[in-house]
T-cell receptor, first 111, second 114 residues
Framework: NAGVTQTPKFQVLKTGQSMTLQCAQD?????MSWYRQDPGMGLRLIHY???????DQGEVPNGYNVSRSTTEDFPLRLLSAAPSQTSVYFC??????????FGQGTRLTVV | DAKTTQPTSMDCAEGRAANLPCNHS???????VYWYRQIHSQGPQYIIH???NNETNEMASLIITEDRKSSTLILPHATLRDTAVYYC???????????????FGQGTTLQVKP
């Protein structure tokens, strides 16, 4: 039981490049979500999913896409990276009505 | 989800109890209070949650006022490893429309000192 696994742990992108941040959980949790955390700030919700095939926008969705084809995986896609997307990204999962488990984060730098 | 207000920072002596307050004056009757902490930019860690009764687990105690407009997280014997940012969040876990999303505020930075 690995919990919530995020890959990669670190990434440097050039402006305009695209990439996908991976998030996988092996706890059969219904709910998954993506947050970003900028220096000295709290976490802000990007996108979330209540189950396979169902996604919705959070507080700061612009510039990001998600899909949920399986219960286990919830990838976050940056379509055209911008310096403003430099941040630490956290993925979380939870069973219905229970506390969330977070991954260890992906530290992304866009130059 | 109701908004929460927490002090920006607090200090606590090692071995003493750390009492972290949270105001949630607009909380609804069916909203729970959750506490998470984040140690040095790691992923947030769940601590405890409650509705109206006081709760205790192996990590902490949660005291919720009778009117539910505020709560206090208590770490009974703080250690240096408890130095972290503590987030108080209120949300509804038992509604069919619950999405499992959490709305984080700025949190309280707790510094435990030797």
């Amino acid at each position: 039981n690995a919990g919530v696994t995020q890959t990669p742990k670190f990434q440097v992108l050039k402006t305009g490049q695209s990439m996908t941040l991976q998030c996988a959980q092996d706890m059969n949790h219904e709910y998954m979500s993506w947050y970003r955390q900028d220096p000295g700030m709290g976490l802000r919700l990007i996108h979330y999913s209540v189950g396979a095939g169902i996604t919705d926008q959070g507080e700061v969705p612009n510039g990001y896409n998600v899909s949920r084809s399986t219960t286990e995986d919830f990838p976050l896609r940056l379509l055209s990276a911008a310096p403003s997307q430099t941040s630490v990204y956290f993925c979380a999962s939870s069973p219905r009505q229970k506390a969330a488990f977070f991954g260890q984060g992906t530290r992304l730098t866009v130059v | 989800d109701a908004k929460t207000t927490q002090p920006t920072s607090m200090d606590c002596a090692e071995g003493r109890a750390a009492n972290l307050p949270c105001n949630h004056s607009t909380i609804s009757g069916n909203e729970y209070v959750y506490w998470y902490r984040q140690i040095h930019s790691q992923g947030p860690q769940y601590i405890i949650h409650g509705l109206k009764n006081n709760e205790t687990n192996e990590m902490a105690s949660l005291i919720i006022t009778e009117d539910r407009k505020s709560s206090t997280l208590i770490l009974p014997h703080a250690t240096l490893r408890d130095t972290a940012v503590y987030y108080c969040i209120v949300r509804v876990p038992n509604r069919s429309s619950n999405t499992g999303k959490l709305i984080f505020g700025q949190g309280t930075t707790l510094q435990v000192k030797p």
